[in-house]
């Protein structure tokens, strides 16, 4: 698999690079966070929201709308599975990482994505990504065989438990939490999620 640097073009149709906010606090906090040998996602972490720079975050990349600050850290080479949300998520990479990104708009009418449509960016330690809400994407990957820590920032309730209770459109089908709708792949064998991405079960190593 080919890995594009994040100041790659190509860059541009997932995301953009954040620059002029100092978040040098939050890393901090963020050292002191674990990393298993597999993944760990927690979506609000009371030190983390409590940094000074969650306020700047809060009000220019969200418009002063709630927000929640979390991590997501280990260690995964896989793809696994996609999520996409009904707005931007913020990633502020601790250390390098990789993530796999594609389109909202290549998932086919009854959910099926194709994982040959995936590309992977290199994101180095210390930078701030935002990833748009059509960007389908997981957890990260690791970069140089390292563990990888990032916070992970979103509208205030988002990935948290939801009960499915409806079906009024199809895509009710691949709603796994609140504002998380999620297409999984047979390999990751993850429970309830719905089974639509065909193709291999990509993989940085």
């Known amino acids: 698999m080919e890995i594009l640097k994040v100041s790659h073009p190509n860059f541009k149709e997932y995301g953009r690079i954040i620059e002029g906010i100092d978040v040098s606090d939050l890393l901090e906090v963020l050292k002191e966070t674990p990393r298993p040998e597999d993944v760990i996602y927690v979506a609000s972490d009371e030190k983390l929201e409590a940094c000074k720079s969650a306020k700047k975050i809060a009000y220019s990349l969200y418009g002063g709308m709630p927000i929640q600050i979390g991590y997501c850290n280990g260690s995964n080479v896989y793809l696994n599975a996609v999520e996409y949300h009904r707005d931007s ?18 998932i086919e009418e009854d959910g ?4 040959k449509k995936i ?52 895509e009710d089908k691949l709603l796994f939490a609140r504002n998380k709708w999620l297409i999984a792949h047979k390999d990751a064998k993850i429970k309830d999620a719905f089974i639509g991405l065909k193709g291999e079960n990509l993989s940085v190593e």
């Open 89 to 106: 998520e913020v990633n502020i990479a601790l250390t390098n990482l990789i993530l796999l990104l594609g389109k909202e708009q290549d």
């Open 112 to 115: 099926i994505y194709d994982t």
């Open 119 to 170: 590309e992977a960016f290199f994101i180095p330690a210390g930078t701030i990504v935002e990833i748009y809400g059509t960007t389908l994407h997981y957890a990260p990957c690791n970069a140089n065989g390292e563990k990888f820590s990032t916070a992970v920032i979103l509208p205030k309730g988002t990935n948290t438990e939801i009960i499915k209770e409806q079906e009024n459109i199809k």
